[in-house]
């Protein structure tokens, strides 16, 4: 498994000219800060580059060939999903907000009385919703989730690098897993933090 050739270019450019903050590296390659954010942390969890806080980001010399790319990208996400929250389509919205904060989630997953998933409520929605309504009580799950078969869903037997691209292709924060029997039946989740700690982990050992 090989390097992208825009984290190649990161790489040549830390090289070259060291430190430099991601502001600079993004318009060296005219591209975004959030476009390249998952590059750097990449990088820097595996040890190529350092980050600097307040400084930036410096190559650190680590060759290519130190690096397990099977290890690091072909692992099925199964042993590091995350345990989901659910709620049912009736929950009102108040309930939801309060279950959202008080279990520190980023997505709530509305199911029905089997367990199947019926719809997904992010912060996101939460947010557009409660800006333009005060009165959130009157209000349920229902009403405010995004609904099958509009959601991304992905499964424990998918690689790191499979749902890395989902997550940055549909620029979303997580996404469901579920069973490869009964794509309806959620068995966790997959988070964008998740998969960074997993390098973080990686490269500490």
């Known amino acids: 498994m090989e390097l992208t050739n825009r984290q190649q270019e990161i790489i040549e450019m830390t090289k070259q000219t060291s430190p430099l903050t991601s ?6 390659l005219n591209l975004s800060v959030p476009t390249i954010r998952a590059d750097l942390r990449l990088l820097t969890a595996v040890g190529i580059l350092d980050s600097r806080p307040k ?26 999903i995350k345990k989901a929250t659910f709620v049912e389509p009736s929950t009102s919205l108040q309930e939801c907000i309060n ?10 997953y509305v199911v029905d009385e089997n367990k199947e998933l019926l719809g997904l409520i992010s912060r996101k929605d939460l947010l557009a919703v ?39 292709t549909h620029e979303v924060d997580s996404l469901p897993v579920v069973d490869e029997k009964n794509p309806r039946h959620v068995i966790g989740k997959i988070t964008k933090n998740r998969i960074f700690q997993y390098f973080i982990d990686k490269s500490a050992k």
């Open 99 to 108: 279950s959202l904060f008080l279990k520190d989630t980023g997505s709530l």
């Open 55 to 80: 400084v930036g980001y410096e190559y650190a010399g680590m060759k290519a060939s130190q690096l397990n790319y099977d290890e690091l990208y072909n692992k099925e996400i199964n042993g590091i």
């Open 130 to 168: 409660t800006v333009n309504n005060h009165d959130t009580s009157t209000m349920s799950a229902s009403m405010v989730m995004t609904r099958m078969p509009n959601l991304i869903t992905v499964t424990p037997t998918m690689t790191i690098k499979e749902v890395g691209q989902q997550l940055l």
């Open 23 to 28: 502001d600079q590296i993004a318009k060296e």
